[in-house]
């Protein structure tokens, strides 16, 4: 299945959750807002939310600085 994470095209072959995904690409997960086309998931629904063919996901990390 095919999917836009942060803009690139990526490739799943199995089912994946959006906890699956976060934790390929941060190791902060507590850190990051996910965005699933167009709608903020709470982190607390990752694991029970799948991905579908032509999803768009978008991964905000934010980042303290001075």
Do not use: C
């Amino acid at each position: 299945m095919k999917i836009s994470l942060n803009g690139t095209e990526k490739q799943y072959l199995k089912q994946t959750s959006l906890t699956e995904i976060v934790q390929q690409y941060s190791k902060t997960p507590s850190s990051i807002i996910l965005e699933l086309n167009g709608t903020v998931i709470q982190a607390e629904r990752w694991k029970e939310t799948s991905i579908n063919e032509g999803d768009s996901i978008e991964l905000l990390q934010f980042v303290g600085g001075g």
